[in-house]
């Protein structure tokens, strides 16, 4: 992945096992959130290749869900939160094709699955951070994803926000549905995340997380921006 002339993400080779919860960590600049837009599509490659079992992404498009990170959304945009969970369905009923009572029922249920319910007529401004996360998290679900990203979405969410995230992320695992978690919170990736991949503008390591979130890969990875003590880690300033 580039922008312009220079390569902002080079030499990522990984083999993620269906229903696996990935954290991606590096510190600011890595190219975690670049990695992830390029998976979802939204940015091309320079070379290589990205597949999910034996179909390449543009067939597998729809079935991509992205949550970004809250910085990158106009909260002031004129809609509800059910309409932002409705767009999920877009994809699955053609170009054309207006969402129906089908689409609000599924939007609603999402919803209320995710402790929003009755409240899809509110505008998008008038959540809480963890819960635009959420609104955002509910639309992810309707698309019925086969690939879930997350774009840093612990960051600045409550510990009730965190646990509803944590249940669905477990729901989309147990129903087999990948999921890549771009985030800076090493104890989040250490204690809940299947897989990790360490990232400085290329690959550090990949694999379980008991194997490889390991001092030295974290140091080869963060160098001196994180401070590293036996059994555990804590990210320096930032990350």
Known sequence: MAYGHNLAVCDVTAEIPAGAVVGLIGPNGSGKS???KAVAGSLPLA???IRFGARGM?????RVAYVPQREE???EFPVTALDVVTMGRY???GWGRWPGRRERELAEGALAALGLGGLGYRHISQFSGGQQQRVFLARAVVQEPELVLLDEPFTGVDVQNRAVFHEQIRRFAAEGVTVLVATHDLEEVRSTMSHVLLLNRSMVAFGPTAETFTPANLRAAFGGQVAVFEGTAAGKGPG
């Open 34 to 36: 670049t990695l992830l």
């Open 47 to 49: 070379e290589g290749s």
């Open 58 to 62: 543009r067939e597998l498009a729809g």
């Open 73 to 75: 959304v106009n909260w």
């Open 91 to 93: 994809r699955a009923l």
